[in-house]
């Protein structure tokens, strides 16, 4: 397994940084890719890796400006991914980072926090 991946952002698609060794995930700008399947399949081979033996804490980090319906699902996917974590008695957190003056952006925080029963933080800067 990789113990560190970089990638970085494009005009489409945000970066992502997997730290296998400091139990963070960290997802950052927007998320519109054309084939959003092939863009985060190399995080969920990173994802499934790291849950065989993870850190005692992990936490996802969301910084997205914006981010397309096909992002969101795959989002869900990896937010709900660490249901698992909990499952294993590690500590799992979701922090959603938005700027208080973006509406949407919060609002799409909130929906995600709402439909997930793991620890999920909105922090609003």
Not at 49 to 56: A, H, L, W
Not at 102 to 121: A, C, R, W, Y
């Amino acid at each position: 397994m990789a113990e560190l991946i970089n990638i970085p952002a494009t005009e489409d698609t945000p970066a992502i940084k997997l730290d296998a060794g400091n139990g963070i995930i960290e997802i950052s700008g927007k998320a519109l890719p054309e084939d959003s399947l092939a863009f985060f399949k190399p995080v969920y081979d990173w994802l499934n890796e790291y849950y065989q033996s993870p850190k005692d804490s992990t936490e996802l980090h969301l910084r997205l400006d914006y981010i397309n319906s096909a992002s969101t699902r795959h989002l869900f996917n990896i937010i709900s991914g660490m249901q698992d974590l909990i499952d294993k008695q590690k500590n799992a957190k979701v922090i959603w980072h938005c700027k208080s003056s973006d509406e949407m952006m919060k609002t799409k925080g909130e929906e995600l926090q709402s439909i997930v029963d793991i620890p999920f933080e909105i922090k609003e800067i």
